[in-house]
Protein backbone atom coordinates (compact mmCIF):
# COMPACT_ATOMS: atom_id res chain seq x y z
CA UNK A 1 0.00 0.00 0.00
CA UNK A 2 2.90 2.11 0.92
CA UNK A 3 4.48 1.76 -2.85
CA UNK A 4 1.08 2.34 -4.39
CA UNK A 5 1.04 5.50 -2.47
CA UNK A 6 4.18 6.39 -3.54
CA UNK A 7 3.67 6.26 -7.19
CA UNK A 8 0.16 7.87 -6.78
CA UNK A 9 2.04 11.19 -5.06
CA UNK A 10 4.97 11.18 -7.70
CA UNK A 11 2.45 11.18 -10.61
CA UNK A 12 0.24 13.61 -8.94
CA UNK A 13 3.57 16.01 -8.89
CA UNK A 14 4.60 15.38 -13.21
CA UNK A 15 0.84 16.20 -13.88
CA UNK A 16 0.83 19.19 -12.14
CA UNK A 17 -0.50 21.23 -15.17
CA UNK A 18 -3.52 18.84 -15.78
CA UNK A 19 -4.59 18.53 -12.05
CA UNK A 20 -7.48 21.15 -12.05
CA UNK A 21 -9.17 19.15 -15.13
CA UNK A 22 -8.64 15.80 -13.38
CA UNK A 23 -9.82 17.10 -10.15
CA UNK A 24 -13.49 18.68 -12.46
CA UNK A 25 -13.66 15.41 -14.17
CA UNK A 26 -13.51 13.68 -10.88
CA UNK A 27 -16.19 15.80 -9.19
CA UNK A 28 -18.68 15.20 -12.08
CA UNK A 29 -18.25 11.27 -11.49
CA UNK A 30 -18.60 11.81 -8.01
CA UNK A 31 -21.61 13.67 -8.43
CA UNK A 32 -22.91 11.20 -11.58
CA UNK A 33 -22.57 8.14 -9.06
CA UNK A 34 -24.23 9.90 -5.89
CA UNK A 35 -26.92 10.42 -8.43
CA UNK A 36 -27.03 6.72 -9.55
CA UNK A 37 -26.87 5.38 -6.14
CA UNK A 38 -29.85 7.71 -4.67
CA UNK A 39 -31.97 6.84 -7.63
CA UNK A 40 -31.04 2.64 -6.68
CA UNK A 41 -31.70 3.60 -2.84
CA UNK A 42 -34.90 5.96 -2.99
CA UNK A 43 -38.24 4.07 -2.44
CA UNK A 44 -39.48 2.57 -5.54
CA UNK A 45 -42.67 4.72 -4.45
CA UNK A 46 -41.87 7.89 -3.47
CA UNK A 47 -44.17 9.82 -1.48
CA UNK A 48 -45.04 12.96 -0.18
CA UNK A 49 -47.32 16.42 0.84
CA UNK A 50 -47.69 16.66 -3.39
CA UNK A 51 -49.35 13.25 -3.37
CA UNK A 52 -51.89 14.50 -0.95
CA UNK A 53 -52.39 17.43 -2.41
CA UNK A 54 -53.01 15.78 -5.80
CA UNK A 55 -55.78 14.09 -3.96
CA UNK A 56 -57.13 17.13 -2.01
CA UNK A 57 -57.32 18.80 -5.43
CA UNK A 58 -58.91 16.44 -7.63
CA UNK A 59 -61.51 15.47 -4.17
CA UNK A 60 -62.42 19.19 -4.07
CA UNK A 61 -63.73 18.86 -8.16
CA UNK A 62 -66.80 16.54 -6.84
CA UNK A 63 -69.22 17.12 -4.67
CA UNK A 64 -69.31 15.98 -1.09
CA UNK A 65 -69.95 12.90 0.04
CA UNK A 66 -71.32 11.80 3.53
CA UNK A 67 -69.22 8.47 4.72
CA UNK A 68 -71.59 7.64 7.25
CA UNK A 69 -74.06 4.45 7.25
CA UNK A 70 -70.74 2.39 6.93
CA UNK A 71 -70.58 1.78 10.63
CA UNK A 72 -73.41 -0.73 12.00
CA UNK A 73 -76.24 0.95 14.27
CA UNK A 74 -75.95 -1.28 17.21
CA UNK A 75 -72.34 -0.70 17.46
CA UNK A 76 -72.93 3.34 17.54
CA UNK A 77 -75.79 2.48 20.27
CA UNK A 78 -73.41 1.28 22.54
CA UNK A 79 -72.20 2.25 26.51
CA UNK A 80 -69.42 4.51 26.82
CA UNK A 81 -68.15 1.34 28.88
CA UNK A 82 -68.41 -0.81 26.74
CA UNK A 83 -66.77 1.40 24.01
CA UNK A 84 -63.63 1.88 26.59
CA UNK A 85 -63.53 -1.89 26.87
CA UNK A 86 -62.39 -2.56 23.24
CA UNK A 87 -58.65 -2.48 23.88
CA UNK A 88 -56.02 -2.13 21.22
CA UNK A 89 -53.54 -5.60 21.90
CA UNK A 90 -50.58 -3.67 22.68
CA UNK A 91 -48.38 -6.56 21.19
CA UNK A 92 -49.45 -6.08 17.52
CA UNK A 93 -48.81 -2.86 17.39
CA UNK A 94 -47.36 -1.26 14.67
CA UNK A 95 -43.70 -1.73 14.52
CA UNK A 96 -43.04 -2.86 17.56
CA UNK A 97 -41.96 -6.12 16.18
CA UNK A 98 -39.40 -3.79 14.50
CA UNK A 99 -37.61 -2.19 17.41
CA UNK A 100 -38.36 1.28 15.94
CA UNK A 101 -38.35 3.74 18.84
CA UNK A 102 -41.94 4.86 17.81
CA UNK A 103 -45.32 2.29 17.58
CA UNK A 104 -48.82 3.22 16.96
CA UNK A 105 -51.94 2.04 18.34
CA UNK A 106 -55.44 2.09 16.44
CA UNK A 107 -58.69 3.08 18.10
CA UNK A 108 -61.67 1.31 17.37
CA UNK A 109 -65.24 2.36 15.55
CA UNK A 110 -68.54 2.74 17.48
CA UNK A 111 -70.29 5.20 20.26
CA UNK A 112 -69.24 9.00 18.75
CA UNK A 113 -66.73 7.11 15.93
CA UNK A 114 -68.96 7.05 13.01
CA UNK A 115 -66.49 6.88 9.86
CA UNK A 116 -64.13 4.94 9.37
CA UNK A 117 -60.66 6.14 8.37
CA UNK A 118 -57.82 5.08 6.18
CA UNK A 119 -54.59 3.89 7.20
CA UNK A 120 -51.26 3.41 4.73
CA UNK A 121 -48.26 2.75 5.61
CA UNK A 122 -44.93 4.35 3.80
CA UNK A 123 -42.03 2.34 4.02
CA UNK A 124 -39.08 2.23 1.50
CA UNK A 125 -40.63 0.10 -0.65
CA UNK A 126 -43.74 1.79 -1.28
CA UNK A 127 -46.90 2.62 0.13
CA UNK A 128 -49.64 -0.25 1.47
CA UNK A 129 -52.85 -0.30 3.05
CA UNK A 130 -52.96 -1.00 6.38
CA UNK A 131 -56.26 -3.12 6.64
CA UNK A 132 -58.37 -3.71 9.70
CA UNK A 133 -59.18 -6.83 11.51
CA UNK A 134 -61.03 -7.77 15.04
CA UNK A 135 -58.00 -9.50 15.61
CA UNK A 136 -56.07 -6.57 16.61
CA UNK A 137 -58.37 -5.36 19.85
CA UNK A 138 -59.32 -7.21 22.86
CA UNK A 139 -63.29 -7.00 23.25
CA UNK A 140 -63.21 -7.64 27.05
CA UNK A 141 -66.43 -8.35 28.72
CA UNK A 142 -68.31 -7.45 25.12
CA UNK A 143 -69.66 -10.40 23.41
CA UNK A 144 -70.34 -8.56 20.62
CA UNK A 145 -66.62 -9.31 18.86
CA UNK A 146 -67.56 -11.88 16.76
CA UNK A 147 -70.45 -9.49 14.89
CA UNK A 148 -67.64 -6.92 13.98
CA UNK A 149 -67.14 -6.90 10.19
CA UNK A 150 -63.68 -7.86 9.20
CA UNK A 151 -63.67 -4.73 7.22
CA UNK A 152 -65.27 -2.15 9.60
CA UNK A 153 -62.07 0.22 9.69
CA UNK A 154 -60.30 2.26 12.16
CA UNK A 155 -61.41 5.32 14.54
CA UNK A 156 -57.95 6.48 15.03
CA UNK A 157 -54.63 6.11 16.25
CA UNK A 158 -51.81 7.11 18.68
CA UNK A 159 -48.17 7.57 18.24
CA UNK A 160 -46.07 6.03 21.10
CA UNK A 161 -42.39 7.03 21.60
CA UNK A 162 -40.02 6.89 24.65
CA UNK A 163 -40.46 10.32 25.98
CA UNK A 164 -40.72 9.85 29.36
CA UNK A 165 -37.68 7.27 30.05
CA UNK A 166 -35.74 5.03 27.16
CA UNK A 167 -37.40 1.90 28.33
CA UNK A 168 -41.20 2.37 27.85
CA UNK A 169 -43.15 3.96 24.45
CA UNK A 170 -45.22 6.51 26.15
CA UNK A 171 -48.86 7.83 24.53
CA UNK A 172 -47.52 11.18 23.22
CA UNK A 173 -50.02 12.08 20.08
CA UNK A 174 -53.49 10.79 19.34
CA UNK A 175 -55.35 11.64 16.40
CA UNK A 176 -58.91 10.13 17.19
CA UNK A 177 -62.34 12.25 15.70
CA UNK A 178 -63.09 14.44 12.66
CA UNK A 179 -60.03 16.37 12.75
CA UNK A 180 -58.97 16.38 16.18
CA UNK A 181 -55.27 15.69 17.88
CA UNK A 182 -54.09 16.24 21.18
CA UNK A 183 -50.55 15.86 22.20
CA UNK A 184 -48.15 16.21 25.64
CA UNK A 185 -44.78 17.21 26.29
CA UNK A 186 -42.70 14.82 28.71
CA UNK A 187 -44.36 15.62 31.60
CA UNK A 188 -48.10 16.74 30.76
CA UNK A 189 -51.17 14.44 30.91
CA UNK A 190 -53.78 14.92 28.08
CA UNK A 191 -56.29 18.21 27.75
CA UNK A 192 -56.84 20.30 25.16
CA UNK A 193 -57.41 19.53 21.75
CA UNK A 194 -56.08 20.98 18.09
CA UNK A 195 -57.83 20.40 14.66
CA UNK A 196 -56.85 20.87 11.65
CA UNK A 197 -59.95 23.12 10.57
CA UNK A 198 -62.84 25.35 11.78
CA UNK A 199 -65.26 26.24 9.66
CA UNK A 200 -68.48 28.57 10.31
CA UNK A 201 -67.31 28.44 14.02
CA UNK A 202 -69.97 30.55 15.86
CA UNK A 203 -72.23 31.72 12.61
CA UNK A 204 -75.52 31.48 12.99
CA UNK A 205 -75.69 28.66 9.70
CA UNK A 206 -74.12 26.35 12.26
CA UNK A 207 -70.21 24.70 11.88
CA UNK A 208 -68.81 22.64 9.59
CA UNK A 209 -66.52 19.89 11.37
CA UNK A 210 -63.97 18.80 8.59
CA UNK A 211 -62.17 14.95 8.55
CA UNK A 212 -59.24 13.40 8.01
CA UNK A 213 -60.43 10.27 6.50
CA UNK A 214 -56.80 8.88 4.67
CA UNK A 215 -53.38 9.32 6.97
CA UNK A 216 -50.31 7.73 5.40
CA UNK A 217 -47.75 6.63 8.40
CA UNK A 218 -44.18 7.18 7.36
CA UNK A 219 -42.30 3.73 8.83
CA UNK A 220 -39.54 5.67 10.97
CA UNK A 221 -35.77 4.26 11.13
CA UNK A 222 -33.92 3.05 14.68
CA UNK A 223 -32.57 6.37 14.92
CA UNK A 224 -35.29 8.35 14.59
CA UNK A 225 -36.50 10.96 16.91
CA UNK A 226 -39.31 12.10 14.63
CA UNK A 227 -42.52 10.63 13.00
CA UNK A 228 -43.77 12.35 9.53
CA UNK A 229 -47.04 11.52 8.87
CA UNK A 230 -49.63 12.63 6.29
CA UNK A 231 -53.50 13.02 6.21
CA UNK A 232 -56.47 13.90 3.60
CA UNK A 233 -58.87 16.43 4.80
CA UNK A 234 -62.64 16.61 3.60
CA UNK A 235 -65.92 18.36 4.63
CA UNK A 236 -69.14 19.82 2.54
CA UNK A 237 -66.78 22.81 1.98
CA UNK A 238 -63.36 22.13 1.35
CA UNK A 239 -60.60 19.32 1.67
CA UNK A 240 -57.36 19.85 2.26
CA UNK A 241 -53.54 17.62 2.75
CA UNK A 242 -51.49 18.24 5.46
CA UNK A 243 -47.94 16.79 7.00
CA UNK A 244 -47.47 16.64 10.61
CA UNK A 245 -44.01 15.93 11.44
CA UNK A 246 -44.08 14.40 15.01
CA UNK A 247 -41.11 15.76 17.53
CA UNK A 248 -41.64 14.41 21.05
CA UNK A 249 -39.76 15.63 24.30
CA UNK A 250 -39.88 18.07 27.17
CA UNK A 251 -41.84 20.21 24.48
CA UNK A 252 -43.31 18.37 21.65
CA UNK A 253 -43.42 20.42 18.67
CA UNK A 254 -45.76 19.19 16.07
CA UNK A 255 -44.58 21.11 12.47
CA UNK A 256 -47.46 21.28 10.73
CA UNK A 257 -47.99 21.81 6.24
CA UNK A 258 -51.29 22.76 5.15
CA UNK A 259 -53.06 23.02 1.79
CA UNK A 260 -56.63 24.02 1.41
CA UNK A 261 -58.98 23.96 -1.53
CA UNK A 262 -62.25 25.06 -1.35
CA UNK A 263 -65.49 23.49 -2.64
CA UNK A 264 -67.70 26.42 -1.86
CA UNK A 265 -67.29 29.40 -0.90
CA UNK A 266 -67.18 29.79 3.26
CA UNK A 267 -68.61 31.93 5.51
CA UNK A 268 -65.18 31.49 7.96
CA UNK A 269 -62.55 29.61 7.43
CA UNK A 270 -60.36 29.51 10.87
CA UNK A 271 -56.69 27.95 10.51
CA UNK A 272 -54.65 26.29 13.69
CA UNK A 273 -57.72 25.77 14.96
CA UNK A 274 -57.42 25.04 19.19
CA UNK A 275 -60.14 23.67 21.47
CA UNK A 276 -60.38 23.38 25.27
CA UNK A 277 -62.43 23.84 28.58
CA UNK A 278 -62.83 26.37 30.86
CA UNK A 279 -65.64 25.73 33.34
CA UNK A 280 -65.31 28.23 36.40
CA UNK A 281 -61.93 29.96 37.74
CA UNK A 282 -60.41 32.88 39.92
CA UNK A 283 -62.27 35.51 38.03
CA UNK A 284 -65.89 33.46 37.31
CA UNK A 285 -68.56 35.47 39.07
CA UNK A 286 -71.30 32.51 38.67
CA UNK A 287 -72.03 30.33 41.61
CA UNK A 288 -71.21 26.51 40.81
CA UNK A 289 -72.04 24.02 43.25
CA UNK A 290 -68.27 22.64 43.10
CA UNK A 291 -65.98 22.17 46.00
CA UNK A 292 -63.08 22.59 43.60
CA UNK A 293 -62.06 26.24 43.40
CA UNK A 294 -61.21 26.16 39.89
CA UNK A 295 -61.92 24.11 37.04
CA UNK A 296 -60.09 24.39 33.37
CA UNK A 297 -58.22 23.01 30.98
CA UNK A 298 -56.80 26.36 30.08
CA UNK A 299 -57.05 29.79 31.60
CA UNK A 300 -55.79 32.02 28.78
CA UNK A 301 -55.67 32.68 25.15
CA UNK A 302 -52.24 34.02 24.81
CA UNK A 303 -50.93 36.12 21.85
CA UNK A 304 -47.97 37.71 20.21
CA UNK A 305 -47.89 40.63 17.30
CA UNK A 306 -45.70 40.84 15.25
CA UNK A 307 -44.50 44.57 16.77
CA UNK A 308 -43.37 42.94 19.68
CA UNK A 309 -46.56 43.06 21.49
CA UNK A 310 -47.63 40.12 24.12
CA UNK A 311 -51.61 39.95 24.91
CA UNK A 312 -52.77 37.90 27.65
CA UNK A 313 -56.70 37.52 27.81
CA UNK A 314 -57.93 35.14 30.88
CA UNK A 315 -60.78 32.88 30.12
CA UNK A 316 -64.38 33.04 31.18
CA UNK A 317 -67.72 30.99 30.84
CA UNK A 318 -70.09 33.72 29.94
CA UNK A 319 -73.38 33.95 30.33
CA UNK A 320 -74.05 34.62 26.37
CA UNK A 321 -71.82 33.02 23.31
CA UNK A 322 -68.74 35.71 23.36
CA UNK A 323 -66.76 35.88 20.20
CA UNK A 324 -63.55 38.23 20.71
CA UNK A 325 -61.53 39.36 17.29
CA UNK A 326 -57.89 40.42 18.09
CA UNK A 327 -56.99 41.78 14.15
CA UNK A 328 -53.28 41.40 13.82
CA UNK A 329 -50.57 41.46 10.49
CA UNK A 330 -48.16 38.71 10.44
CA UNK A 331 -48.81 37.16 13.87
CA UNK A 332 -46.01 35.72 15.53
CA UNK A 333 -47.96 33.23 17.68
CA UNK A 334 -51.31 32.58 19.52
CA UNK A 335 -52.17 29.67 22.46
CA UNK A 336 -54.64 28.33 24.83
CA UNK A 337 -52.40 28.19 28.10
CA UNK A 338 -52.97 26.54 31.39
CA UNK A 339 -50.95 29.19 33.06
CA UNK A 340 -51.59 28.40 36.75
CA UNK A 341 -49.61 24.81 37.82
CA UNK A 342 -50.78 25.54 41.24
CA UNK A 343 -52.59 21.68 42.03
CA UNK A 344 -54.08 23.91 45.60
CA UNK A 345 -56.54 26.19 43.66
CA UNK A 346 -57.36 23.10 41.52
CA UNK A 347 -57.93 19.99 44.63
CA UNK A 348 -58.73 17.52 41.69
CA UNK A 349 -56.31 15.03 42.43
CA UNK A 350 -57.99 12.45 39.93
CA UNK A 351 -58.06 14.70 36.53
CA UNK A 352 -55.02 17.14 37.53
CA UNK A 353 -55.62 20.32 35.80
CA UNK A 354 -52.13 21.23 36.94
CA UNK A 355 -50.78 18.93 34.44
CA UNK A 356 -52.74 19.85 31.24
CA UNK A 357 -50.34 21.40 28.26
CA UNK A 358 -50.77 24.32 26.96
CA UNK A 359 -50.93 24.20 22.81
CA UNK A 360 -49.02 27.33 21.30
CA UNK A 361 -49.09 27.98 17.56
CA UNK A 362 -46.18 29.65 15.75
CA UNK A 363 -46.23 30.83 12.22
CA UNK A 364 -43.84 29.67 9.72
CA UNK A 365 -43.52 32.69 7.39
CA UNK A 366 -45.92 35.36 7.22
CA UNK A 367 -49.12 34.73 7.00
CA UNK A 368 -50.48 38.69 6.00
CA UNK A 369 -53.27 40.08 7.30
CA UNK A 370 -56.37 38.52 9.58
CA UNK A 371 -57.42 38.29 13.12
CA UNK A 372 -57.04 35.64 15.88
CA UNK A 373 -60.81 34.92 17.38
CA UNK A 374 -61.29 33.29 20.46
CA UNK A 375 -64.78 31.66 21.37
CA UNK A 376 -66.28 31.25 24.04
CA UNK A 377 -69.51 29.45 24.55
CA UNK A 378 -71.57 28.71 28.15
CA UNK A 379 -71.55 25.73 29.68
CA UNK A 380 -72.90 24.10 32.92
CA UNK A 381 -70.39 21.03 33.04
CA UNK A 382 -67.24 20.59 32.72
CA UNK A 383 -67.67 18.01 30.22
CA UNK A 384 -67.95 20.34 27.54
CA UNK A 385 -64.95 21.99 25.53
CA UNK A 386 -66.33 25.29 25.14
CA UNK A 387 -63.54 27.70 24.59
CA UNK A 388 -61.96 27.86 20.53
CA UNK A 389 -59.33 29.80 19.14
CA UNK A 390 -57.99 30.24 15.58
CA UNK A 391 -56.38 32.67 12.68
CA UNK A 392 -59.11 33.93 10.11
CA UNK A 393 -56.88 35.09 7.42
CA UNK A 394 -58.38 38.25 5.44
CA UNK A 395 -58.39 36.14 2.11
CA UNK A 396 -59.01 32.28 2.33
CA UNK A 397 -58.52 29.69 -0.26
CA UNK A 398 -61.12 29.56 -2.91
CA UNK A 399 -62.11 27.17 -5.85
CA UNK A 400 -59.57 28.37 -8.05
CA UNK A 401 -56.68 29.16 -5.66
CA UNK A 402 -55.97 27.24 -2.73
CA UNK A 403 -54.61 28.16 0.54
CA UNK A 404 -50.67 27.14 1.93
CA UNK A 405 -49.55 27.69 5.43
CA UNK A 406 -47.10 26.24 7.96
CA UNK A 407 -46.76 26.65 11.20
CA UNK A 408 -45.58 24.34 14.63
CA UNK A 409 -47.65 22.99 17.42
CA UNK A 410 -45.71 23.18 20.65
CA UNK A 411 -47.35 20.69 23.71
CA UNK A 412 -45.54 22.12 26.71
CA UNK A 413 -46.07 22.56 31.21
CA UNK A 414 -44.41 25.36 32.38
CA UNK A 415 -42.72 27.57 30.52
CA UNK A 416 -40.59 30.37 31.07
CA UNK A 417 -40.12 32.48 27.06
CA UNK A 418 -43.91 33.33 26.18
CA UNK A 419 -43.64 36.13 26.76
CA UNK A 420 -40.02 36.51 27.39
CA UNK A 421 -40.77 39.71 29.80
CA UNK A 422 -43.76 39.60 33.01
CA UNK A 423 -46.74 37.98 32.73
CA UNK A 424 -50.19 37.92 33.96
CA UNK A 425 -50.60 35.44 36.91
CA UNK A 426 -54.10 36.11 38.39
CA UNK A 427 -57.46 38.57 37.26
CA UNK A 428 -60.25 38.85 40.22
CA UNK A 429 -63.17 41.01 40.22
CA UNK A 430 -65.96 42.36 42.11
CA UNK A 431 -68.41 45.33 42.60
CA UNK A 432 -65.72 47.19 44.69
CA UNK A 433 -66.95 49.95 46.93
CA UNK A 434 -68.40 52.50 44.74
CA UNK A 435 -72.22 52.29 43.61
CA UNK A 436 -72.61 51.27 40.31
CA UNK A 437 -68.66 50.16 39.83
CA UNK A 438 -66.63 47.06 39.39
CA UNK A 439 -63.09 46.27 40.73
CA UNK A 440 -60.33 44.45 38.96
CA UNK A 441 -57.66 43.13 40.67
CA UNK A 442 -54.78 41.77 38.17
CA UNK A 443 -50.98 40.44 39.61
CA UNK A 444 -48.41 40.20 37.67
CA UNK A 445 -44.74 38.74 37.89
CA UNK A 446 -41.83 37.74 35.92
CA UNK A 447 -38.97 39.70 33.83
CA UNK A 448 -37.76 43.17 35.04
CA UNK A 449 -40.33 42.99 37.55
CA UNK A 450 -37.92 40.70 39.72
CA UNK A 451 -35.78 43.11 40.08
CA UNK A 452 -37.07 46.10 40.98
CA UNK A 453 -36.88 47.89 44.38
CA UNK A 454 -39.53 47.54 46.94
CA UNK A 455 -40.31 51.22 46.50
CA UNK A 456 -39.78 51.56 42.60
CA UNK A 457 -42.61 53.84 41.20
CA UNK A 458 -44.36 51.18 39.00
CA UNK A 459 -47.27 52.42 36.81
CA UNK A 460 -50.66 50.74 35.93
CA UNK A 461 -51.68 51.71 32.21
CA UNK A 462 -55.46 51.56 31.97
CA UNK A 463 -57.24 52.03 29.11
CA UNK A 464 -60.66 51.36 27.40
CA UNK A 465 -59.99 49.55 23.90
CA UNK A 466 -61.52 51.18 21.08
CA UNK A 467 -60.10 54.74 20.90
CA UNK A 468 -60.74 58.39 22.70
CA UNK A 469 -64.15 58.10 22.25
CA UNK A 470 -64.44 54.56 24.06
CA UNK A 471 -62.77 56.05 27.19
CA UNK A 472 -66.10 57.78 27.88
CA UNK A 473 -68.09 54.50 28.21
CA UNK A 474 -66.45 53.89 32.02
CA UNK A 475 -65.33 56.20 34.56
CA UNK A 476 -61.97 56.04 36.75
CA UNK A 477 -62.51 55.44 40.55
CA UNK A 478 -59.62 54.41 41.83
CA UNK A 479 -56.51 53.04 40.70
CA UNK A 480 -53.10 51.79 43.03
CA UNK A 481 -49.82 49.46 42.20
CA UNK A 482 -48.70 47.76 45.28
CA UNK A 483 -46.05 44.78 45.54
CA UNK A 484 -47.19 41.21 47.56
CA UNK A 485 -44.83 41.07 50.40
CA UNK A 486 -45.31 37.45 50.30
CA UNK A 487 -44.58 36.61 46.78
CA UNK A 488 -42.59 39.51 45.44
CA UNK A 489 -45.43 40.49 42.37
CA UNK A 490 -46.91 43.14 41.83
CA UNK A 491 -50.89 43.86 41.58
CA UNK A 492 -52.84 46.47 39.92
CA UNK A 493 -56.45 47.31 41.67
CA UNK A 494 -58.54 49.61 39.96
CA UNK A 495 -62.22 50.64 40.33
CA UNK A 496 -64.63 51.70 37.06
CA UNK A 497 -67.78 52.67 36.16
CA UNK A 498 -69.19 51.65 33.19
CA UNK A 499 -71.65 54.33 31.91
CA UNK A 500 -74.17 51.96 29.85
CA UNK A 501 -74.83 48.37 30.08
CA UNK A 502 -72.73 47.16 27.13
CA UNK A 503 -69.85 45.22 27.22
CA UNK A 504 -66.25 47.01 27.76
CA UNK A 505 -62.67 45.85 26.36
CA UNK A 506 -60.51 46.44 29.17
CA UNK A 507 -56.23 46.68 28.22
CA UNK A 508 -53.35 47.21 31.06
CA UNK A 509 -49.86 46.81 31.81
CA UNK A 510 -47.55 47.70 33.72
CA UNK A 511 -44.69 50.30 33.10
CA UNK A 512 -41.63 51.68 35.13
CA UNK A 513 -40.39 55.08 33.44
CA UNK A 514 -40.70 54.68 29.41
CA UNK A 515 -39.66 50.96 30.19
CA UNK A 516 -42.70 48.54 29.30
CA UNK A 517 -42.76 45.60 32.00
CA UNK A 518 -45.29 43.16 30.89
CA UNK A 519 -47.86 41.51 28.65
CA UNK A 520 -50.89 43.45 27.88
CA UNK A 521 -53.92 42.46 29.96
CA UNK A 522 -57.00 42.37 27.85
CA UNK A 523 -60.92 41.32 29.39
CA UNK A 524 -63.97 41.77 28.71
CA UNK A 525 -66.21 43.24 31.60
CA UNK A 526 -70.19 42.48 31.26
CA UNK A 527 -71.77 45.11 33.59
Not at 191 to 202: E, Q, Y
Not at 219 to 224: F, L, N, S, T
Not at 288 to 308: I, W
Request: hydrophobic share 40%; with cysteine; aromatic share 12%.
Amino acid sequence: MRDASSRALRAASTRAPSRARDLASSRARAVAWACLVWLVAAPASAFGLEDVALRASKLATHSYEDPRGSVPRWLLDIRYDEWRDIRFRTDRSLWRDKGLPFSVQFFHLGLFYDRAVRINIVTQKGVEHFPFTPDLFDYGKNEFGSRIPQDLGYAGFRLHYPIKTKTYQDEVIVFLGASYLRAVGRDEGFGLSARGLAIDTALPSGEEFPWFREFWLVEPDKRATSLTLYALLDSPSATGAYQFVVTPGVETRVDVTLRVFARETMGKLGIAPLTSMFFHGENTLSHFDDYRPEVHDSDGLLLAADNGEWIWRPLDNPTALSVASFAMTNPRGFGLIQRDRNLDHYQDLEARPDLRPSAWVEPKGDWGDGRVELVEIPTRTDTNDNTVTYWVPAQGPTPTAPLSLAYSLYWFGQDTKRPPGGRVIGTRRDSGTFEGGRRLVVDFEGGALRTLRDDAIVQGVVTVAGGPEAQGRAEMLEQQIVRNPVTGSWRLVFQIRPQDDDPIELRAFLRHGDNVLTETWSYLLVP
